[in-house]
């Protein structure tokens, strides 16, 4: 009995450590959504950008981040016990997320109706899950079940829309309103939630694994081809066929 209170106690301290990491660097994780927001403003300031102020900035991407962050909003609440740890940074994610592409759809009104569509979308989904904290406890299995389901859907969508994100970059050769900052504080993020969803255990820690290492892949990519644009030949053919 006391080997077995030993291992618990362990488990609880590894959890505990990484969770509190894990918390820390989302929250510079989200010092980078704000960069990225901050510099689609700061474009929108600068006369040779303000019509353009989201160039380049996937919506396909920022969308399935949204769903991302939230996801593991509601995964967090229908968790036993609550997990603070995922549930609080992951809302505050989403509503920078969603200040992300409210800026996307003010910048690209010939896309209007697809795009308040999909906002329209995210706004119930957000308020039903605000509804759905409050009522976590009664209803935990299903929302568990929900939420994991979601998020394997969300894990197949990210890499998907990061795809998208980054053959716009290849195809344009440059990077456009799409901030570095940003990639290079999620990354650390999706780190350090490797390492918590370890000591969580797989069994209810997969989900969160299989997320962050597929965001952690493209995060790596998108890093790479800012540097490619700058050393790359092709990448600046492909920026003077767009000029000509």
Known sequence: MPTINVVKNTSMNSYNTFGSINTLFIFISLLGVLSQLRKIWRRKQCAATKHNAAELLSLNQFSVSFLAYFSFFVYGYSLEPFNHYIVWPRLIASILVGLILFEIWRDRRNKASMICIAIAIVIVIFIFGCAGLSIGNSY?????????????????????????????????????????????????????????????????????????????????????????????????????????
């Open 140 to 244: 935990s299995d299903e929302s568990r079940l929900l939420s994991t389901t979601l998020i394997v859907v969300v894990t197949l969508l990210i890499a998907q829309g990061y795809y998208h994100q980054i053959m716009l970059i290849i195809r344009s050769g440059k990077t456009g309103a799409i901030d570095l900052r940003m990639s290079q504080f999620i990354l650390m993020m999706d780190i350090s939630t490797i390492a918590f969803a370890l000591s969580m255990g797989l069994n209810d820690g997969w989900p969160l694994l299989t997320l962050a290492i597929v965001s952690g892949i493209t995060k790596l990519i998108i890093m790479f081809l800012f540097r490619w644009v700058n050393i790359s030949a092709a990448a600046e053919t492909r920026r003077m066929e767009k000029i000509a």
